[in-house]
């Protein structure tokens, strides 16, 4: 045989995917192995290759594989819940939070009765998660508060829906 | 005969049919809200993603998926799991907070203090106060009158 181009046998997830030939510096193959297909393909169907190799180039190189496993896990969520992808994910940790707050405030409240000074209690770092949240991302027009009405999740009911032990930042 | 399209078909550049499926959640007065959409998705995505669900869902879900496409424009490497990210520290926090506020309760309880208790008893001290302060008040004027005359 002659001259012929030796097939690369180490062809990354997205080129096996997307059928086509995985050049040395493929901006998948770092973060889309072989062996994890699924990861991909996730991405793949709710991004599409063409904008998630455009989300790549736009960020250094060193934040890639977090942009990558953000993208994988917002895929997820969405392929789970067509509906609202993430937002069900937020909406059911602020439920959460909300609560904690509610029964810190009732602990405070409890143990100021055995304490006389009100200083001792710190009472001072209160989570505003409305104000955090309402204003993300600018411009959007609607507020996580107004998507949580109408989503009718019970805390424990869905939560295994969204395996929060996969984000590698915690 | 460009008036009347959609915010999708317009920036398409195609026409907007009768049934188009985007034009209920793109309205032509919103143009970025497509662009942010499909900068992230794509058109063709997001039309997919709006066939598989009963119309009474879609707008919710054209709704979540801007929010979501404007937190990956704003944050491109964490998008809007950044905002779950800082929730969990939140929640985190909190559980903490609430762990500790609760040993120091059991620790006021263990050591046999009472809160309502201690409410009584303060108000009785305040009641002994009460009563000596309108036994002072009771002799004073008798000593007064009996001086003048």
Redesign the interface.
């Known amino acids: 045989m002659r001259g012929q181009e030796p097939r690369s046998t180490s062809s990354c997830a997205a080129c096996r995917l997307l059928k086509r030939r995985c050049i040395p510096n493929c901006i998948f193959a770092p973060y889309f192995r072989p062996d994890e297909p699924k990861k991909f393909a996730k991405v793949h ?4 290759a ?2 998630v190799s455009k ?1 790549l180039i ?2 250094p190189k060193e ?1 890639r594989e ?2 990558v496993n ?2 994988a ?2 895929a997820e969520a ?1 392929l789970r819940d ?6 069900g ?2 909406a059911l ?2 439920r ?2 909300i609560q ?2 509610h ?2 405030a009732l ?2 409240a ?2 100021a ?2 304490v006389t000074t009100p200083s001792s209690i710190g009472g001072t ?1 209160d ?1 505003v ?1 409305a104000e ?2 309402g204003d ?5 027009g ?1 507020s ?1 508060d107004s ?1 949580c009405q ?1 989503i009718s999740y019970e805390l424990n009911e869905e939560a295994h829906m969204y395996d ?1 032990s996969q ?1 590698p ?2 | 005969m460009s008036s009347g399209r959609c915010a999708a078909c317009r920036y398409l550049r195609r026409r907007c049919t009768e049934d188009c499926i985007l034009s209920p959640y793109f309205p032509s007065n919103n143009p ?1 809200r497509f662009v942010s959409v499909h ?4 058109a ?2 997001v039309t997919k ?1 709006l066939l ?2 009963p119309t009474h ?1 879609r707008a ?2 054209a ?6 496409a ?5 944050d ?13 520290q ?2 985190h ?3 903490s ?2 762990v500790k ?2 040993a ?2 059991a620790v ?1 309880k263990s050591q046999g ?1 009472n ?1 309502e208790a ?2 009584a008893e303060q108000d009785f001290n305040n009641l002994l106060l009460q009563q000596s302060d309108n036994d002072a008040a009771l002799s004073f004027p008798n000593q007064v009158s009996s001086g003048f005359i």
Not at chain 1, 136 to 140: H, N, T
Not at chain 2, 39 to 42: L, T
Not at chain 2, 63 to 68: A, G, M, N, R, V
């Open positions: 169907k709710v991004f599409g063409s904008n989300i736009e960020v934040q977090e942009t953000s993208l896990y917002e969405r067509p509906v609202y992808g993430c937002i994910a937020i940790l602020q959460k939070m904690l707050q029964d810190l602990a405070r409890c143990l009765r055995y770092d989570w998660i955090a949240l993300f991302p600018a411009g959007c609607r996580i998507f109408n929060f984000i930042y915690v | 970025q900068r992230i998705y794509g063709s995505n993603l598989q669900l869902l919710e879900a709704d979540s998926l801007y929010f979501e404007q937190c990956r424009l704003e491109p490497v964490y998008g809007c799991v950044g905002l779950i990210f800082m929730l969990q939140q929640i926090a909190a559980e907070q609430l506020t609760q120091e309760i006021m203090q809160p201690q409410q």
